[in-house]
């Protein structure tokens, strides 16, 4: 659940709203979802609560969502094949790249420890364990 001090923190953390009537270039967002669906969902709805704070009105964070069977996942962790869990979320990266993202965000925690192996593509990849959704909103702008 999203509280009303992690978006003040959110707020907190971007740049300056521009002048109204005045729109800034918005970046998109890539997200690697789906471990799990919930979870994912929590970001989405963080990073938008921020934005919409943030700009106000009826604005939104520009995101491109890639969201993965975590089914297919679960198998890779519990039988600790990491190297194909890195495929795929690999995979799932250069999808949200060539969608347009300026940036990606690694909505998991447990998938945290093929980030470093996922590191590499022309667009940053954030994970959990380094950095919290609400800074990644900061470089959406």
């Not at 690999?90 to 996922?118: D, F, I, P």
Request: proline share 2%; charged share 20%; hydrophobic share 45%.
């Amino acid at each position: 659940m999203i509280t009303t001090m992690a978006t003040k923190r959110a707020t907190a953390i971007m740049d300056t709203a521009p002048e109204p009537g005045c729109f800034r270039v918005m970046k998109t967002n890539g997200l690697i979802g789906g471990m799990s669906w919930e979870f994912t969902v929590s970001y989405y709805r963080l990073i938008n609560t921020a934005v919409k704070e943030k700009l106000g009105g009826l604005h939104s964070a520009k995101c491109v969502l890639y969201s993965v069977d975590f089914a297919e996942i679960e198998v890779l962790q519990q039988e600790a094949r990491w190297g194909e869990a890195t495929q795929v979320l690999a995979a799932a990266g250069q999808s949200v790249e060539r969608a347009g993202a300026y940036l990606a965000l690694l909505c998991t925690n447990t998938m945290h420890k093929v980030a470093e192996a996922l590191q590499g593509s022309r667009v940053p990849l954030f994970d959990t364990t380094r950095i919290h959704a609400l800074v990644a909103v900061k470089y959406a702008f």
